[in-house]
T-cell receptor
């Protein structure tokens, strides 16, 4: 079945550092999405990417849709304590009624005091 | 605008029992998806409903079932519970998938099920 490989599984960083995480697949996806889940909450959409090569920013977050359509990257600049949480990549192969959205296993971000 | 509401938030069951979880989507949203979240496997897709019809289904056994009502509210049921069913069950709604298939899902806070 379709799988998204997300790495790293967890990260421990100092406040102020930049963060990079990525997601890869053996299949082509036409939509890539990045979600964040705060403790005790459901995931919330951060960035959606719809075109190969697309680079999109949302504040300190920047995500890219890989040119091969098989990967995506999320960068967080100058991390702050509220960035703590689990970041999920998600992909959708097509945009028709049969294309479910599948998720990676998540990257858990910890910020050291 | 009220968000996605899931009930109950927490529940404890024993092996062999069955459980029903409820989800009320955002007003106007007609698509409801269910995901199982466990620490080792992340978010696993269970099924999606639109206009009271199951549109898509993940790779879960038949013990997992769901339905959607005419007001778009959805329920999922797990019968003959197993220890491995302990998880956070997340419901997500989205607008009409035929006209707004942007991939944006609006999640509820989840129902945390513990099976003893």
């Amino acid at each position: 079945g379709q799988q998204l490989n997300q790495s790293p599984q967890s990260m421990f960083i100092q406040e102020g550092e930049d963060v990079s995480m990525n997601c890869t697949s053996s299949s082509i996806f036409n939509t890539w999405l990045w979600y964040k889940q705060d403790p005790g909450e459901g995931p919330v959409l951060l960035i959606a990417l719809y075109k190969a090569g697309e680079l999109t920013s949302n504040g300190r977050l920047t995500a890219q849709f890989g040119i091969t359509r098989k990967d995506s990257f999320l960068n967080i600049s100058a991390s702050i304590p509220s960035d703590v949480g689990i970041y999920f990549c998600a992909g959708q192969r097509g945009r028709n009624r049969d294309d479910k959205i599948i998720f990676g296993k998540g990257t858990r971000l910890h910020i050291l005091p | 605008k009220a968000g996605v509401t899931q009930t109950p938030r927490y529940l404890i069951k024993t092996r062999g029992q069955q459980v029903t979880l409820s989800c009320s989507p955002i007003s106007g949203h007609r698509s409801v998806s269910w995901y199982q979240q466990t620490p080792g496997q992340g978010l696993q897709f269970l099924f999606e409903y639109f206009s009271e019809t199951q549109r898509n289904k993940g790779n879960f056994p038949g013990r997992f079932s769901g339905r959607q009502f005419s007001n778009s509210r959805s329920e999922m049921n797990v019968s003959t519970l197993e220890l491995g069913d302990s998880a956070l069950y997340l419901c997500a709604s989205s607008p009409d998938p035929y006209t707004a298939n942007t991939g944006e899902l609006f999640f509820g806070e989840g129902s945390r099920l513990t099976v003893l």
